[in-house]
């Protein structure tokens, strides 16, 4: 296993396109001078990036209870934003 591929470039893979439009709906808001929907939807792209993150960075068994409850409320903030918003 390579540390690069595995500590710099899936990471980076899969964070980037996260942050991206994280940045692009805080652009959105700020251009159009609204809070609602662009704010609700940075929000799920941040918590998307930071279960993804903290994922990639600890080994399944350093995994606590904290993360399933993360990850289960991120997920499901996206299913609803999608299914209901977007």
Same mark, same amino acid.
């Not at 296993?1 to 964070?15: K, M, Q, T, W, Y």
């Not at 159009?32 to 929907?37: D, E, I, M, S, V």
């Not at 399933?68 to 289960?72: D, L």
């Given at each position: 296993?390579?540390? *690069? *591929?595995? %500590?710099?470039? /899936?990471? /980076?893979?899969? @964070?980037l396109p996260l942050w991206m439009r994280? /940045? #692009?709906t805080l652009r959105q808001a700020y251009d159009? %001078? +609204?809070?609602?929907?662009y704010l609700g939807n940075a929000? +799920? $792209?941040l918590t998307a990036g *930071?279960?993804?993150l903290y994922g990639m960075t600890h080994a399944a068994g350093e995994? %606590?209870?904290w993360w @399933? @409850?993360?990850?289960?409320a991120a997920t /499901? $903030? #996206?299913i609803v934003w999608d299914s209901r918003i977007d």
């Open positions: 296993e390579s540390s *690069l *591929l595995h %500590g710099i470039v /899936l990471p /980076l893979v899969a @964070i994280f /940045l #692009q159009t %001078g +609204k809070r609602w929907p929000f +799920k $792209y *930071l279960v993804v995994r %606590g209870t @399933i @409850i993360s990850f289960t /499901l $903030y #996206q």
